[in-house]
């Protein structure tokens, strides 16, 4: 590992995570060869397990010179599924140092036999589950949908969508007025 190659050797990049790719703002350019080329990667490996209700991927590459093949670094990254939590960690001289953990959760508020019915929300109310027979949509029993049906379904959610911007751009119109006076 080069840290010749870098301007700052393992930054710290918080919540980010790669598992391509490399972070170019730390790239110096090479320490062997002096190119300031962006580095290629060679194919590394990837490793895969999948055991009961636990997800896992482990991704290790060297991030290489593009003119002489110099090794700049090693790059792991490691991405987990396990009890309703997504798990990211990345580490590499080049790229850095990051990590996050994301909790997967449904929404209290959804009734998913509304949703999967094809039920829409009440307009305006942004709130899924309220019958409203002015926007309830169909849907097929089963996955294929008629090409009708899946009109019907866009044109619903398209007037919802349209009622909710015009709802939530009520009253701010305002807000250009009060910048011209301030300029004033």
């Known amino acids: 590992m080069c840290r010749k190659c870098v301007k700052d050797a393992l930054p710290e990049r918080h919540n980010t995570c790669l598992d391509d790719g490399a972070y170019l703002l730390n790239w110096q350019g090479c320490g062997e060869c002096g190119s300031r080329e962006l580095p290629k990667r060679n194919d590394g490996e990837t490793e895969k397990t999948n055991e009961d209700d636990q997800i896992e991927e482990e991704t290790k590459f060297e991030h290489l010179c593009s003119a002489c093949s110099h090794v700049v670094c090693e790059h792991y990254y490691k991405f987990s599924v396990a009890d309703k939590q997504q798990e990211y960690f990345m580490e590499c ?11 997967l959760e449904a929404p209290e508020n959804v009734d998913y036999a509304d949703l999967s019915a094809g039920v829409g929300m009440r307009s305006g109310s942004g709130t899924a589950g309220e019958k409203d027979a002015s926007t309830e949509l169909s849907a097929p029993a089963t996955n ?14 398209a007037k919802q969508l349209s009622s909710m911007n015009v709802e939530s751009d009520a009253g701010n119109g305002s807000d250009d007025e009060v910048a011209q006076d301030e300029w004033d």
């Not at 001289?93 to 909790?103: A, P, Q, R, W």
């Not at 008629?146 to 619903?156: A, E, I, K, N, Y």
């Open 93 to 103: 001289i080049l790229c850095g140092k990051g990590s996050d953990t994301v909790t």
């Open 144 to 157: 294929e949908a008629t090409p009708q049906q899946r009109q019907q379904l866009m044109d619903g959610l």
